[in-house]
């Protein structure tokens, strides 16, 4: 067992074994056949989390069926981010009685009688029930709702309609729709039903124009090939055009050599073209309409985020472009927006991107949102504005690691552009 995988474990069992000292004060005063019952259940569910995840590193986990894959983890992961939600009000608890403990000791030191009214120690402080009763009711919040998100959110497809207005847009062109999808992480889906239902969806709007903006696959290109009769349906007058998203590079699989990684690369890129969309490469082109033009920027992913890759080249990408027409930039990452192209790319009129998925959880009520993504990515889901220049943050058609989603939807967005 290496170092990381022994302090990953005592880690766990450090916060299982904190947090069930809150849960014996919870049932002190129950009886002794329930105290056992909810002792026993409690150890019985902590051990069969930290046994998956030591199967997990003994094992080759990638090769379990994918139901069980995908729930187990899952469930571990709500399981122990709860416990941790639990464990910040102990700690807070904790910090208390040690102030607690430290003036009655000074009491103590400086005359105060040791012992309190009822015979117990003035140094024996006890737990502020409240503080740990608040601890389980605000780890109770991610628990339930995330599994209330994994009950159907994951496939609740939401069509957000979006009006842009730009006086460089061709007049001829008015009310051209282009239809984004994002994220679509194909590999993560349990059966064809649910994928069908989206380009079903996304074929009703009767789009001119369909771009999608990376991350067909979690991270391997055979992930996508059950699914290629039902990627073929998404047609549009004017096109389907996509780029790669970080995952598409299969940078996060453990491939048994460099050359199996490039296999897997060339394979996915072929696959754009198998289903009838046109892969952009850090390129470009011209599309041509009612007599009229506008550009379609494509880059290879691109991050200000150390933690992501760096693939895309946008001057490669604008090489000989006509900087006079309106400007689409299909850009996977949104971090690239502020990074390069508001700096140095005025002609950029609108940037799609996707990534955060809204980072599958969050609030969003008319007038308000709000997701924990928000703390990495300024710009993480919606329309966003500097000067002239849009950028556009899908929220993901499909969802990786939690099968879920809670407050922020998958989603079809649909542009319908104007000169205004």
């Given at each position: 067992m290496?170092i990381?995988?022994l302090?990953?474990i005592?880690i766990?069992?450090?916060i299982?074994?904190?947090v069930?000292?809150g849960?014996?004060?919870?049932i ?5 056949s329930v ?6 259940s409690y ?9 998956v995840v ?6 080759e ?13 899952a469930?571990?992961?709500?399981i ?7 464990t910040?009000f102990?700690?807070?608890?904790d910090?208390v009685r040690?102030?607690?403990l ?12 040791p ?10 402080i006890?737990?502020?029930?409240f ?7 605000a780890?109770s919040i ?9 009950m159907?959110g ?7 309609n ?9 007049q001829a062109?008015?009310g051209?729709?282009?239809v984004?999808?994002s994220d ?26 369909i771009l ?7 991270d391997?290109?055979d ?7 039902l ?7 004017l096109?389907v055009y996509s ?5 598409d590079?299969?940078d996060?699989y453990?491939w ?7 296999e897997?690369?060339?394979?996915l890129k072929n ?7 046109k892969l ?14 506008f ?12 933690a992501f ?7 490669k ?5 006509n900087?006079?027409?309106f ?20 002609y950029?009129?609108l940037t799609?991107?996707?990534h955060?998925?809204?980072?599958q959880y ?9 997701s ?10 919606d329309?966003y ?8 943050v899908?929220r ?5 690691g ?7 939807l998958p ?5 319908e552009?104007?000169?205004?």
């Amino acid at each position: 067992m290496s170092i990381r995988i022994l302090i990953l474990i005592l880690i766990l069992f450090g916060i299982d074994l904190y947090v069930f000292q809150g849960i014996k004060l919870l049932i002190q005063h129950k009886s002794l056949s329930v105290q056992r019952a909810v002792s026993i259940s409690y150890w019985i569910v902590s051990f069969l989390c930290i046994t998956v995840v030591l199967l997990a590193q003994f094992t080759e986990w990638r090769s379990w069926p994918k139901l069980i894959r995908t729930y187990s983890f899952a469930v571990i992961v709500i399981i122990y981010l709860s416990k941790i939600f639990v464990t910040v009000f102990m700690l807070l608890d904790d910090i208390v009685r040690l102030f607690r403990l430290l003036a009655a000791w000074i009491a103590i030191r400086f005359g105060s009688s040791p012992v309190k009214p009822d015979g117990s120690s003035a140094l024996q402080i006890s737990r502020l029930n409240f503080l740990v009763k608040l601890g389980f009711i605000a780890g109770s919040i991610p628990f339930f709702s995330m599994i209330y998100g994994m009950m159907g959110g994951a496939t609740r497809y939401q069509v957000r309609n979006i009006k842009l207005k730009s006086p460089r847009f061709p007049q001829a062109m008015n009310g051209l729709r282009i239809v984004q999808l994002s994220d679509i992480h194909i590999g993560s889906f349990m059966s064809e039903e649910p994928l069908e239902r989206a380009i079903d969806l996304v074929l009703k709007q009767k789009p001119d124009l369909i771009l999608f903006t990376g991350d067909l696959v979690n991270d391997r290109h055979d992930e996508a090939v059950p699914y290629q009769h039902l990627l073929r349906k998404l047609q549009a007058p004017l096109g389907v055009y996509s780029v790669l998203g970080n995952h598409d590079y299969g940078d996060y699989y453990r491939w048994p050599s460099i050359e199996s990684k490039a296999e897997n690369l060339a394979k996915l890129k072929n696959f754009h073209g198998e289903v009838g969309w046109k892969l952009l490469l850090n390129d470009h082109l011209t599309v041509k309409h009612e007599g009229t033009e506008f550009n379609i920027v494509g880059v290879e992913n691109w991050s200000a985020r150390r933690a992501f890759q760096h693939y895309g080249d946008m001057p490669k990408a604008t090489r000989g472009i006509n900087s006079e027409n309106f400007t689409v930039l299909m850009s996977h990452d949104p971090s690239h927006w502020n990074a390069e192209v508001t700096k140095h790319y005025p002609y950029v009129d609108l940037t799609l991107s996707g990534h955060t998925h809204g980072f599958q959880y969050g609030v969003e009520i008319p007038g308000f949102k709000w997701s924990p993504v928000q703390y990495m990515y300024k710009e993480w889901a919606d329309l966003y504005s500097s000067g002239a220049q849009n950028l556009y943050v899908n929220r993901g058609l499909g969802f990786i690691g939690y099968p879920g989603r809670v407050g922020i939807l998958p989603e079809i967005t649909v542009f319908e552009l104007s000169n205004g």
